[in-house]
C-alpha cells in the first residue's frame, strides 16, 4: 500500500544531523487558539552613553578597572567568569558515581561597538567586520594557551535570554575541556567524514540551496537558513559555503561576506515581530590545540525563544525537558516568513 505521510500535515520527527538527536514536529497544531503569556515590552528609548553601563567606553566596571574611550569593538576579561585560569588540576571518582574533574578556562567581554544604544543588526557591514576582527584576535590569542581545547564564541542578547545589559556586547568563553554540544557535533561530523569523505555540512548546505525551501540569505560565502531540524521557532543556521575549520581562517573576503549575511539576518529578525529581536546566538568550530580535526566545518547558530509576538515566546517545558524536543510551525513556514523580510 502506497503511504499516505504527508510531512506538511502529518506529526514527524527530523534528524538533527549535527547532533545525532529528534525533534518531533507536529505541523497539524498551528491553527490552535493561544492562551499564554503576553508580557508587557518596553521601549527602546535608550542613550548613545550611559554613565551607569559597565561597558560603555570610559565607564568603571565592578573590579575597579576603567574601560578605555575605545572606537572599535573593544574585549577584556570578565570581572565575573564562570571559568578560571588558575585552577589545580584534578579529579574524583567515587565508584563511578560520583565523578567530578577540574576544569580551567578564560572568559572574555566583547564589546561590538561604543555606541550603548545599538545592536548587531544597527551596526554597517563595515563595523560588523570589526566585530569578527576581534573575535579573530581573540581567538588566536587565546588558542596560544596550550591547554585550551575550545572556544567558544557567543551572543546573548535580550532581557527573555537572561542578559541584563543592552549594551550591545557577546562573549568568548574557552575551556580545558572540549563542552557537551562540540563532541556530539565532532562525533555526528566524524561519522560522515569517514563515510563519504566529504564535510557534512559542505553537502547538507549544496542540498538546501538546490532545494532552496528553507533559505533565508544567499551570500557569495556563507548563506543562513533554518535548519530542516530546527529546534527553536524561528532558529537558523549560518554555514560557510567551502569548508573552513575555524575562524582563524577566514580571508578578507569572507569577514564582508559574513558581515553581510549576518546584517540581513538580524535584521530580518527586528522586522518579523517589530522588536528588537532576542536570542542567543553563537560560533562553532574546531577545537584547539587537540590535533588534526578534518571534518569540522564551521557554523553559527541563531537560536531566538520568540514563537508569534514580539510577547509570546516558546517555553521548552513538560515533554521536551522530559523526552523529546517539539515544535509547532514548520522550518519551512519560518523560513518563508523571514525570507520575506530581507
Ligand atoms: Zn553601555
Ligand atoms: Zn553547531
Keep these: 500500500m502506497e503511504s499516505t505521510f504527508n510531512i506538511k500535515e502529518h506529526p514527524h520527527r527530523r534528524l538533527n544531523i549535527l547532533t545525532g538527536e529528534w525533534v518531533l514536529v507536529s505541523p497539524h497544531r498551528n491553527k490552535r487558539p493561544w492562551q499564554g503569556k503576553v508580557e508587557i515590552l518596553p521601549v527602546n528609548n535608550r542613550p548613545a552613553y550611559d554613565a551607569n553601563c559597565y561597558l560603555c567606553p570610559g565607564n568603571t566596571r565592578a573590579d575597579g578597572s576603567v574601560n578605555p574611550q575605545y572606537e572599535k569593538p573593544f574585549a577584556f576579561t570578565n570581572d565575573f567568569s564562570a571559568l578560571l585560569p588558575d585552577v589545580p588540576e584534578g579529579n574524583t571518582n567515587e565508584n563511578n558515581l560520583l565523578c567530578a574533574e577540574s576544569e580551567k578556562g578564560i572568559c572574555r567581554v566583547i564589546c561590538f561597538s561604543p555606541r550603548h544604544d545599538l545592536t548587531l543588526p544597527d551596526l554597517s557591514v563595515n563595523e560588523i567586520v570589526e566585530v569578527i576582527n576581534l573575535w579573530q584576535d581573540e581567538f588566536e590569542l587565546l588558542k596560544k594557551h596550550k591547554w585550551i581545547k575550545y572556544i567558544q564564541i557567543f551572543e546573548n542578547k535580550g532581557e527573555i535570554m537572561g542578559c541584563s545589559n543592552p ?12 563542552p557537551v554540544e562540540i ?11 569517514e563515510q563519504y569523505h566529504k564535510s557534512l555540512l559542505q553537502d547538507y548546505l549544496e542540498l538546501e540551496l538546490q532545494l532552496n525551501e528553507r533559505v533565508v540569505v544567499n551570500e557569495k560565502h556563507f548563506a543562513a537558513l533554518v535548519p530542516y531540524w530546527a529546534v527553536w521557532p524561528y532558529e537558523t543556521i549560518v554555514i560557510s559555503k567551502r569548508q573552513i575549520k575555524d575562524i582563524s581562517l577566514f580571508t578578507e573576503e569572507d569577514k564582508q561576506s559574513l558581515a553581510a549575511t549576518l546584517k540581513q539576518l538580524t535584521q530580518a529578525y527586528d ?32 537560536y531566538p525563544p520568540l514563537l508569534r509576538s514580539a510577547t509570546v515566546k516558546k517555553f521548552m517545558v513538560g515533554y521536551e525537558m522530559l523526552a523529546n524536543a517539539q515544535r509547532d510551525i514548520t522550518p519551512e513556514f519560518a523560513a518563508e516568513r523571514l525570507r520575506e523580510l530581507v
Design 167 to 178: 549594551h550591545p556586547h557577546g562573549q568568548i568563553w574557552s575551556s580545558s575541556h572540549i
Design 183 to 193: 563532541e556530539k557535533e565532532t562525533k555526528q561530523q566524524q561519522l560522515y567524514f
Design 271 to 302: 522586522k518579523l515581530f517589530n522588536t528588537s529581536f532576542p536570542y542567543s546566538a553563537g560560533i562553532h568550530q574546531q577545537p584547539v590545540n587537540n590535533g588534526e580535526h578534518i571534518e569540522w566545518h564551521w557554523h553559527m547558530h541563531f
